[in-house]
Each structure stands twice: as structure tokens, then as C-alpha cells.
């Protein structure tokens, strides 16, 4: 008899014990986070990347009781800082704010050499925002919209040259992509850099270029330099006189865009939290009109919009790279 009792409690105490583990997975997702996470940014300060990954930080901070450490992680076009967390471990206290270029352009740029594989290695939570580009030429030359300048390119064949920002770099694809949905042909003289590219086009050194919207725009606004149209689907409220180069060139986009992601494996309850607290942030009305000084627009995806929209963003850079030969060095 006593023996029958010591058996029942043992299976009892089995019992509760399953019990217990079976409960523990929910109850420490609850507790997440409970320490500081790591919010890697593979791109170097001060720029609207780290900009907008700051925001980000403060608002999660904000929401989770919790510090979350901005480290950036420049070099190699973003591959250092994005490899960083392809291989940290999935488990929410590691998590990147990436752009474009790091996660849809450096595949089709890098191929088999790139450490890691954006959609096998990375889980996306939000897309953030996109930031547009501006098509800005040198007063000098002889259109003034898009349209005189596809002529005028169509006129003079591989006769007019533009800047190229760095083999692969988003001005470059920018651009190239332009010809290319634009019909013509257009020669690119590699500059190291935005910057030293801008002051060329502001010498008349070389006429053309694509390039960053906040930069430009006092030598938009002081007339050295011409707006032919933005790379956004839609006109910039930085810009609204200007037409988005879509405006005349259907179905051209050439944003750079800027989203979360975390480790692959991350269990999704995580994913989930973290979304929902970046997406009510960016929802905030005041938001807008802050990233709006950056030239960004919020966009705040669930993860699978953003999952399908970065694989539509890796076919489509891969296209381009293709066309325009893009290599790097």
C-alpha cells in the first residue's frame, strides 16, 4: 500500500514538473528583454542611418525599461556590422538596423564571396523608412526636366557623362537604373564618394548625378545646382516643385530604404515584440514631420511585408548590377 502511494506521488511530481517546464517558455518570453540589447548599425555616425537606428533606440528604450546600445560597425559596405549579427545568437539581445545597400544591393555585388545570406541568416522585423534621391545637374547644360534631358541624352549617345559614386554604390545603381528603364546611354566617371561627386557637378566638371536629398538641397535652394526629379515614387515635401523621376519614367523607384532585422531563429514572439513596439513608435503623429527633415518617409511593415519586399529588393538590384557591370574591387 504504501508503496502504491510513493508511485502515485512520483507520477504526480513528474507530472507538475512537466507541467512547469511546459509554462517556462511563455513566461521568459514575457520577461523579454531583461537585459540591454545590442543595436548594431554597419554604417559609420552622423549619417541618416545612424539617425534614424538612434530614434529607433530611444523609442525602444522607452518601451522596454531597458538601455539598448547603438554600436557601429562600419567597413567592407556594411559586410562587417551585417555579418555581426547574421552570426550572433537569436536570441532578441542582438538586432541591426541596416539599409539597402547592406542588405539587397551587397548580394548581387558580392555574389558567393558575401559571408552571409540576408534572407537565410536574418530575420526582418520592420521596415523603418525610405529615403529618397535627387537627379541634380550642372545649370549649364540644356534641360530643364527629365524629359529634355532623356532627349537630350538620346541625341548625344554615351556622350553625356554623370558621376559615379563608387562602383555599386546606391547613387551609381541610381542611375543606372534610370538609363536603363530610360532608354539611353549615359557614360560614369568614378569619383570616390558623394562628396568630392557633388563638388564636380557644382564646378561643371562633370554635369550629372544621383544623390543624397538633405545634402543637395542648399545648392538646390541657391540655384548652383539643378533638380530634375526625385528618385521616390512620390514627390519629397523637402522638394514638392520638384516631380519624382517615375512622373516620366513609369514605374522608377530608387529609394534607399532602412529596416530592422535580428539574427535567423530569433523565436518569432520576439520578432513580434520588437515589431510592435518600433511600429508604435513610428505611428506617432509628431514622427513624420522628424523624419521628414531627414528626407525620410516612415513606412513601420509587419516582418513579412518586409521579408517579401527584401526579396522583390535583392531580384531587382541584382538585375541591375547585371546590366550596368557593376564590380567591386
Same mark, same amino acid.
Given at each position: 500500500?504504501?508503496?502504491?502511494?510513493?508511485?502515485?506521488?512520483?507520477?504526480?511530481?513528474?507530472?507538475?514538473?512537466?507541467?512547469?517546464?511546459?509554462?517556462?517558455?511563455?513566461?521568459?518570453?514575457?520577461?523579454?528583454?531583461?537585459?540591454?540589447?545590442?543595436?548594431?548599425?554597419?554604417?559609420?555616425?552622423?549619417?541618416?542611418?545612424?539617425?534614424?537606428?538612434?530614434?529607433?533606440?530611444?523609442?525602444?528604450?522607452?518601451?522596454?525599461?531597458?538601455?539598448?546600445?547603438?554600436?557601429?560597425? $562600419?567597413?567592407?559596405? /556594411? *559586410?562587417?556590422?551585417?555579418?555581426? +549579427?547574421? @552570426?550572433?545568437?537569436?536570441? &532578441?539581445?542582438?538586432?541591426? %538596423?541596416?539599409?539597402?545597400?547592406?542588405?539587397?544591393?551587397?548580394?548581387?555585388?558580392?555574389?558567393?564571396?558575401?559571408?552571409?545570406?540576408?534572407?537565410?541568416?536574418?530575420?526582418?522585423?520592420?521596415?523603418?523608412?525610405?529615403?529618397?534621391?535627387?537627379?541634380?545637374?550642372?545649370?549649364?547644360?540644356?534641360?530643364?526636366?527629365?524629359?529634355?534631358?532623356?532627349?537630350?541624352?538620346?541625341?548625344?549617345?554615351?556622350?553625356?557623362?554623370?558621376?559615379?559614386?563608387?562602383?555599386?554604390?546606391?547613387?551609381?545603381?541610381?542611375?543606372?537604373?534610370? $538609363?536603363?528603364?530610360? /532608354? *539611353?546611354?549615359?557614360?560614369?566617371? +568614378?569619383? @570616390?564618394?558623394?562628396?568630392? &561627386?557633388?563638388?564636380?557637378? %557644382?564646378?561643371?566638371?562633370?554635369?550629372?548625378?544621383?544623390?543624397?536629398?538633405?545634402?543637395?538641397?542648399?545648392?538646390?535652394?541657391?540655384?548652383?545646382?539643378?533638380?530634375?526629379?526625385?528618385?521616390?515614387?512620390?514627390?519629397?515635401?523637402?522638394?514638392?516643385?520638384?516631380?519624382?523621376?517615375?512622373?516620366?519614367?513609369?514605374?522608377?523607384?530608387?529609394?534607399?530604404?532602412?529596416?530592422?532585422?535580428?539574427?535567423?531563429?530569433?523565436?518569432?514572439?520576439?520578432?513580434?515584440?520588437?515589431?510592435?513596439?518600433?511600429?508604435?513608435?513610428?505611428?506617432?503623429?509628431?514622427?513624420?514631420?522628424?523624419?521628414?527633415?531627414?528626407?525620410?518617409?516612415?513606412?513601420?511593415?509587419?516582418?513579412?511585408?518586409?521579408?517579401?519586399?527584401?526579396?522583390?529588393?535583392?531580384?531587382?538590384?541584382?538585375?541591375?548590377?547585371?546590366?550596368?557591370?557593376?564590380?567591386?574591387?
Amino acid at each position: 500500500m504504501a508503496c502504491r502511494k510513493r508511485n502515485v506521488r512520483a507520477i504526480e511530481y513528474r507530472a507538475a514538473l512537466i507541467c512547469l517546464l511546459l509554462g517556462a517558455g511563455p513566461i521568459g518570453a514575457q520577461t523579454y528583454p531583461a537585459k540591454a540589447i545590442r543595436m548594431v548599425v554597419p554604417i559609420a555616425a552622423g549619417g541618416t542611418g545612424d539617425t534614424l537606428a538612434r530614434f529607433v533606440a530611444d523609442r525602444l528604450t522607452e518601451a522596454f525599461k531597458q538601455q539598448i546600445i547603438v554600436e557601429n560597425r $562600419a567597413g567592407a559596405n /556594411g *559586410i562587417i556590422g551585417t555579418e555581426a +549579427v547574421a @552570426k550572433a545568437a537569436p536570441d &532578441g539581445y542582438t538586432i541591426l %538596423v541596416a539599409s539597402a545597400g547592406n542588405i539587397a544591393i551587397n548580394p548581387g555585388l558580392y555574389g558567393a564571396k558575401l559571408p552571409f545570406d540576408p534572407e537565410r541568416d536574418l530575420a526582418p522585423i520592420t521596415q523603418v523608412a525610405n529615403t529618397t534621391q535627387v537627379l541634380i545637374m550642372h545649370p549649364s547644360i540644356p534641360a530643364k526636366n527629365i524629359k529634355e534631358l532623356i532627349a537630350l541624352a538620346k541625341t548625344n549617345p554615351s556622350k553625356l557623362d554623370y558621376v559615379n559614386a563608387g562602383n555599386g554604390s546606391t547613387p551609381h545603381l541610381n542611375m543606372a537604373l534610370f $538609363a536603363s528603364m530610360a /532608354g *539611353i546611354k549615359l557614360s560614369g566617371i +568614378v569619383y @570616390k564618394g558623394s562628396t568630392p &561627386g557633388r563638388v564636380a557637378v %557644382v564646378a561643371g566638371e562633370t554635369p550629372l548625378m544621383i544623390d543624397g536629398l538633405i545634402p543637395t538641397l542648399p545648392l538646390i535652394q541657391s540655384g548652383r545646382l539643378r533638380a530634375l526629379g526625385v528618385t521616390s515614387l512620390k514627390r519629397s515635401t523637402a522638394l514638392p516643385d520638384v516631380p519624382a523621376i517615375a512622373e516620366t519614367v513609369p514605374g522608377y523607384v530608387g529609394e534607399i530604404w532602412y529596416g530592422v532585422l535580428a539574427p535567423a531563429k530569433t523565436p518569432t514572439d520576439i520578432i513580434n515584440r520588437l515589431n510592435t513596439a518600433i511600429v508604435a513608435a513610428l505611428k506617432n503623429p509628431d514622427v513624420s514631420s522628424r523624419f521628414a527633415k531627414q528626407g525620410a518617409d516612415v513606412v513601420a511593415s509587419t516582418p513579412a511585408e518586409f521579408g517579401d519586399f527584401i526579396k522583390r529588393e535583392i531580384v531587382k538590384w541584382a538585375r541591375v548590377i547585371t546590366e550596368a557591370k557593376a564590380r567591386v574591387d
